[in-house]
């Protein structure tokens, strides 16, 4: 039997280190491990593409990506790059996309329904909370207008968080009931250190142990929680604040730029290096929004590290509600005193550093890529068959 060609459609590839692109390529470097696949990766040229497996094809498409300076990642592609795009559709077997709302993505939806080729579309991002209210005004009235549109006629609609599969579930009638499946991630490099392992981390990155070391992941921006992080690293000056991540230097977004003495920096840190650094803190901080469930949470909560995060982004995992320090983020006039006092809460708990393993053994158990690969695999195949075939029984959701 034939691999199928699967056309994979995202807005950035891998190397542009966000959590979305992320999944997308660690899905399809698995998906063609099993054999059964053939895949056609079309991404913005605004980064190297990751080196993959000779039977993932990477197609980075000319892009113009002057909004990301505004917080806006809305790569447009230009005529050339549509055109390959177009072929690549015209002869496949089925699309796949990651999230609807870039341009790439959309362009792919509109081929895919001309081709007459079936669509699946995994929805990480929902609405907005917490943006100003013109941009969030904005963002809600896309996902029920051309959200709404594109959606309703997938073929399969996958969520990877509860609470952003409800809010699109509240005013779109699907094809085929919407699905739910967490991203997954990589146990064998995101897994927990023994006490001595982690003693050692911590001496190499100069822990001082009177100290909590408090971490955050991710890109600098306003929608990761950027503003509070600052404040908090201002009103908690006997806490260490380290900040792995990336964003534009110039930004005031940007931890270099707050002259703080208890911030650290850390740069282009990913795979083990990055599963050090959850394993030497003693706690993930992610005021975010406008997100479903970050992989950065799943990834530190398999490393043993707890995480605070806001309460909107965890009814996104609602299997972890147990092993996550929640606080609200609305109104953000008084979200610093709030997450500060949830903060001193957490660290004065002994519970915190004795809940490692467990934190670690949920994590491991939730979120496996052999079970997420197993049901997009199985997925993929079933949208494919003839008509007459393709009777089989619904997936979970």
């Known amino acids: 039997m034939n691999p199928l060609r699967l056309t994979l459609v995202t807005h950035y590839f891998s190397t542009h280190?966000?959590?979305?692109?992320?999944?997308?390529?660690?899905?399809?470097?698995?998906l063609v491990q099993t054999g059964r696949f053939e895949i056609e990766w079309f991404a913005s040229d605004c980064d190297v593409p990751p080196v993959m497996d000779e039977r993932v094809i990477t197609r980075p498409m000319r892009s113009w990506n002057k909004l990301e300076r505004l917080s806006l990642p809305w790569p447009l592609w230009g005529f050339s790059a549509l055109?390959?795009?177009r072929r690549s559709i015209c002869t496949c077997d089925i699309v796949h996309i990651h999230d609807f709302i870039y341009f790439g993505n959309i362009v792919a939806f509109v081929l895919a329904r001309w081709y007459q080729k079936p669509l699946v579309i995994t929805q990480h991002i929902g609405d907005a909370s917490y943006l100003t209210r013109r941009k969030a005004l904005f963002l809600n009235a896309l996902n029920r207008t051309l959200g709404r549109f594109i959606l309703a006629r997938a073929q399969q609609v996958i969520f990877i968080s509860d609470e952003v599969r409800r809010q699109f579930s509240n005013h779109i009638r699907f094809i085929n009931p919407?699905?739910?499946?967490?991203n997954a991630l990589d146990i064998d490099i995101f897994y927990p250190a023994t006490q001595q392992q982690r003693q050692t981390i911590r001496k190499q990155h100069n822990v001082v142990e009177s100290k909590p070391v408090l971490l955050f992941v991710?890109?600098?921006i306003e929608r990761k929680g950027l503003g509070i992080l600052h404040q908090l690293a201002e009103a908690m000056p006997n806490a260490d604040w380290w900040f792995a991540g990336w964003g534009q230097r110039q930004s005031p977004l940007h931890p270099t730029n707050?002259?703080?003495?208890?911030?650290?920096?850390?740069?282009?840190l990913h795979g083990e290096q990055l599963a050090d650094l959850y394993r030497a803190t003693d706690l993930l901080v992610l005021p975010s929004h406008s997100e479903g469930f970050p992989l950065v949470v799943q990834e530190a909560m398999a490393c043993g590290t707890s995480a605070l995060v806001s309460t909107e982004t965890a009814i996104g995992a609602p299997s972890a509600t147990q092993w996550l320090y929640t606080c609200k983020l609305s109104p953000l006039h008084s979200?610093?005193?709030?997450?500060?006092?949830?903060?001193?809460?957490i660290l004065g708990n002994?519970?915190?550093?004795?809940?490692?393993?467990?934190?670690?053994?949920?994590a491991q158990a939730e979120w496996t890529w052999e079970h997420c690969v197993a049901r997009y695999a199985e997925l993929f195949e079933r949208l494919t068959l003839p008509a007459d075939q393709s009777s089989t029984p619904a997936l979970p959701h």
């Open 83 to 85: 055109k390959s795009l």
């Open 178 to 182: 919407p699905l739910l499946w967490p």
């Open 350 to 362: 002994s519970a915190l550093s004795a809940r490692r393993d467990a934190v670690a053994q949920f």
């Open 335 to 345: 979200a610093c005193e709030r997450w500060k006092a949830a903060l001193l809460e």
């Open 218 to 220: 991710g890109r600098f």
């Open 17 to 30: 280190r966000g959590g979305v692109e992320q999944a997308a390529g660690h899905l399809a470097a698995r």
């Open 258 to 268: 707050w002259g703080l003495p208890n911030v650290r920096l850390f740069e282009d």
